[in-house]
């Protein structure tokens, strides 16, 4: 597998400070690397604030670094051609958290995922939606959803939406921010059912950012921990990241709710890795 996108030496400071206090700064990445290869799903997990969607910001080049470069097919992101950043934009599309946020209140889901479609290949407006249809159908919606305004959808029902107008434009890869953080875990795994569909159909690379660690078991190739900035680890799955004792990946297997009250999160994983050590599922209850 060749590399699709490449993350070297990032660094990113934001500015703090106001009106009655010295300006400092916070250095919320300290040096990234990561390799993502066409095809191949990645996880990023980590604490809360230690910089996850900053770097997903970075790497779809919403913000520039201070430090550092992202190479997407071997060219620079940052670099200043407006064709082929334009390029890269098609190719690399973005799935986030807040789907409420991400859609206009006011447009039908076939405008909305016709939007990449009009903006990247030109279409017209009436040929972009009758094109959204059948996306629509791939990601378990009715081609009739493509008239209904968001206000009309449930959650898990409007991540699809998103999910469809992410893909409309056939990118390469998606990043996936917290992408079912808000769903309940029913509606969460039917949509991680969908997207590792879609990944297994298309082929697509995916940085697959979450805090919790269920959500990126068994769906990627490779997971890597992010510490304060920093990627502390990085492995093939997460049992394989839960073996290596790090003491970060030991708070976050702690933090997540045992599915049954006597039993905690590592003695689960644990256990499932002593079945399947290659892989954790995702737990559904
Ligand atoms: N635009 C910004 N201006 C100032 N500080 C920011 C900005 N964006 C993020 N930060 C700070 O950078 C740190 C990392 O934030 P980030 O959103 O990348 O964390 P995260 O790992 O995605 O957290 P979560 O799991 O809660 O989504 C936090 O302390 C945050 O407050
Ligand atoms: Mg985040």
Redesign the pocket.
């Known amino acids: 597998m060749n590399g699709l996108i490449s993350v070297k030496g990032v660094h990113r400071r ?1 500015r703090r400070g106001g009106f009655f206090k010295v300006a400092d700064s ?1 250095h ?1 990445l300290r040096g990234v690397d990561m390799e993502i290869r066409e095809g191949e799903a990645v996880g990023l997990v ?1 604490r ?8 997903g910001r970075i790497v779809l080049g919403l913000e520039r670094p201070d430090e550092g470069t992202v190479l997407y097919d071997g060219q620079d992101i940052f670099s200043g051609e407006e064709k082929s950043f334009r390029e890269f934009r098609r190719n690399v599309q973005v799935v986030f958290q807040n789907v409420q946020g991400s859609v206009n209140p006011r447009m039908t889901a076939g405008e909305i995922v016709a939007e990449p479609l009009r903006n990247f290949l030109g279409l017209s407006k009436k040929e972009a939606v009758e094109r959204a249809r059948p996306l629509l159908e791939q990601v378990g919606l009715k081609n009739s959803d493509a008239d209904k305004i968001p206000g009309h959808f449930s959650g898990g029902e409007l991540q699809r939406v998103c999910i469809a107008r992410a893909l409309a434009p056939e990118p390469k890869a998606i990043v996936f921010d ?1 992408a079912v953080s808000s769903l309940d875990m029913l509606v969460q795994a039917r949509v991680l059912d969908l997207i590792r569909k879609i990944r297994d159909e298309r082929g697509l690379a995916c940085l697959f ?1 979450s ?1 919790d660690l269920r959500v990126v078991a068994g769906l990627c190739d490779e997971v890597a921990l ?1 510490v304060d900035g920093v990627i502390a680890a990085t492995e093939r799955s997460v049992a394989a990241l839960a073996a290596s004792g790090h003491p970060a990946i030991k708070r976050l297997l702690e933090s997540i709710p045992p599915a049954h009250p006597r039993q905690t999160a590592v003695n689960r994983m644990e256990k499932r890795q002593e079945q399947e050590p290659d892989s954790v599922a995702v737990c559904r209850g």
């Open positions: 934001y916070l919320v980590g809360s604030g230690c910089g996850k969607s900053t770097l917290e950012i805090h992010m």
